[in-house]
């Protein structure tokens, strides 16, 4: 096998069944037959999937920077399938707040959304991603063109809605939703400074052809 | 051969089932029988030292609701407990170790009896009952919790507040050395709590020392905490070390923190909105996945109890 087989093969379906592993907990977890979910498991389970929604988005973003700075290229093969868990464990934590929080029902939902500013964010970066989802076929990637690109430059505004729905929904302490912040600056930072640093250079480059 | 015995209590001497059960109005008779010259033994309430420790001559209160109680599981692994952290099984992993005696409570202020008192002390002139109140927590989920405990009115009947005396403030242990919580700055400590005069002497309120018939568990505020069940939980001041009898209002620690969110009365109001969520129906704890919410009541149902406490007073401006 190849370098381009064993990823294929080996490694993508053992990325899978991993990224797939908090899932898998938290429904064991709704049965008992893991820990539990505690008291208030309707909760439990909106936190767990929202948590690992941001935690993907953020494994995500650091795809391209680590490639960059260790010369693995490879990384690049697992972005779209860490983007996509991005999407699920978005939508789960969304179908949560909507079927098992919010018990569908209409005035509630949409009160909710047009009332609270942390739920306009977080609805607002669900529909962005679910965009992202449904064109990242390469088939349609191909048709899109530039577009694209485009297009799924949204996922940096959909990381900072992610976290600031986070830092609006929490009571008082915001420890956790402070360290999302600080990583996401940091992943968002330093593909700011690449750029400054490319734009210098050409800068550079054309003042002394 | 068969000796027949004659038994050693004549039927005539055992205490019927419906005589024992009501010892304590028996032996309030005598008491009032016997005027002064009698002290009552068995009416004060008597707290022992011990982690679950059962609790002896708990009458049953009025005002309980019939509504199925929580688990004690849920009851001590579910709460908010700052002091011991911001999750909320931080408290039942944290305060394993929490040490409830010596303990003390000073009372201060616009009252005849201020001092320091023992807790043993403070407890005794009481009468222990168990009130079963609705809980209602401002994060929109509630709990339905059989409580023991002292009544608030008869406390502060006791300490005979001045006319000064316009509202009651009570302030929780800061020990960071036995509270981790207190490490962060999450709250303005210590946890400062109060009421208007007119709410303490309610008959509604309780200073709870137990649940489900023993001492109270340490996460949920032992030895003694507050019980207010018309008010979102977090007026509910936990472990508590004093009492002030105050001339103006005392400063809060959830007003202090967010005033836009979190007021001074904190009533259970289905028609104010906390800026963040809705208030309009609430989470029952321990109902399960696919339970529905349930409607949260004015005054969490004690309107008949307490609405007339608020008759000229804007709900919506004073949340």
Redesign the interface.
Known sequence: MNTLQTIRYVAKPLVFVLCLLPAVLVLTDAFDITGGLGANPIEAIQDRFGNWALRFIMITLAVTPLRRLTGWNWLSRFRRMLGLFTFFYALMHFLAWLILDRELHVGDILEDLTERPFITLGFTAVVLLTALAITSFTALRRRMGRHWQSLHNAIYVIAILGVWHYWWQVKKDITEPLIYAVILTALLGIRLFWRLQRNTRLATAKQHP | MLIRKPADIRPSEITSEANYLNRRDFMRAGAIAGGSLLAAPGLSAVIPDGRYARLADVAKGPYSTDETP?SF??IS??NNF?EFG?G??DPAARAENFRTRPWTIEVTGHAEKTGSYDFDAFMKPFDLEERIYRMRCV?A?SMVIPWVGVSLAEVIKYFQPTSKAQYVAFETLNDPEQMPGLRGR??DWPYREGLTIAEASNPLPILAVGIYGKVIPNQNGAPIRLVVPWKYGFKGIKSIVKIHFSETRPKTSWNM??PGEYGFYANVNPTV?HP???QA?E?R??T???A??QATLMFNGYGEQVAHLYKDLDLRRNY
């Open positions: 929580n599981e849920d692994t579910y700052y911001l909320k099984s994060e989920w999450s709250l923190a967010a909105d963040r969520w809705s129906r989470r704890i321990g399960g996945i696919f529905e919410r």
